[in-house]
């Protein structure tokens, strides 16, 4: 079966070559550790011909001293990713946010997240990501643009609970943002029919477009700037479910 694991050979090799280590040797340690390998298993995974599993991979990283992501090779980029780097398996995160496994492993499949609110907060945690983050990894980012394109278009109460359910933030810094972004948007209307009116020159007509096309551009920025710390930092506390 293909592993969606990262790794780096190239990685394994050089941390290694610092321990001053043999492949026997670190299987023999990986061994101590609890995770027992074959020496040519070491040396497969350091040719690049076979990828570790998640707990080799973390038993690896704590015989070579090294981080997980040193390892991988990578900046970690979606949720399995970055649920490698925190040195967590499918069924310990799984446990932590109170989700099925094979639900969980799903998620991960499809990089998309549909937890509920408890457990979306808790992923966050777990993970060490911010919200805005999480929104990027788990692909809603254009789910989320969708809406504030039409919250600030038209009837910007009707999205309140749509966007909060997607970024989970409460309703109230939501709508905030949303009637700002509302009433921002609404002058560009404003400004653009008084120079119409007017019969002003077509410069400066299509600079105002240019700027409400820029401004929809920088929506989601926009919204995350309006959120503030909230979108920025894991604000969650440990609590009981």
């Known amino acids: 079966m293909h592993s969606t694991i990262p790794f780096s050979p190239t990685e394994a090799r050089s941390a290694r070559a610092r321990m001053g280590l043999t492949t026997t040797q670190v299987a023999h340690s990986m061994a101590t550790c609890g995770t027992p390998v074959h020496p040519q298993l070491v040396l497969a995974w350091e040719q690049g011909i076979q990828v570790p599993s998640d707990r080799q991979l973390f038993a690896l990283a704590d015989v070579l001293w090294c981080d997980a992501t040193t390892l991988m090779g990578i900046t970690p980029r979606t949720l399995a990713e970055h649920r490698l780097a925190r040195r967590l398996t499918v069924d310990r995160l799984a446990y932590r946010i109170g989700m099925d496994p ?35 990894i788990m692909g809603r980012v254009e789910e989320l643009a969708e809406h504030l394109r039409s919250a600030v278009a038209g009837r910007w109460r009707t999205y309140v609970d749509p966007v909060a359910e997607i970024v989970v933030v409460d309703a109230t810094s939501v709508g905030d943002a949303l009637r700002t972004m509302h009433a921002e948007f609404a002058a560009f209307s404003e400004r653009y029919m008084g120079h119409l009116v007017a019969r002003n020159d077509d410069a400066r007509l ?36």
């Open 102 to 136: 094979s639900e969980y492993r799903a998620a991960e499949s499809a990089r998309r997240w549909h937890g509920d609110t408890w457990q979306t907060r808790a992923l966050v945690e777990a993970l060490g990501l911010s919200l805005r983050e999480l929104i990027g």
């Open 206 to 241: 299509k600079e105002i477009a240019a700027e409400r096309a820029a401004y929809l551009r920088r929506l989601v920025d926009h919204f995350w700037e309006l959120i503030g710390e909230a979108g920025e930092a894991p604000p969650f506390p440990a609590t009981g479910r």
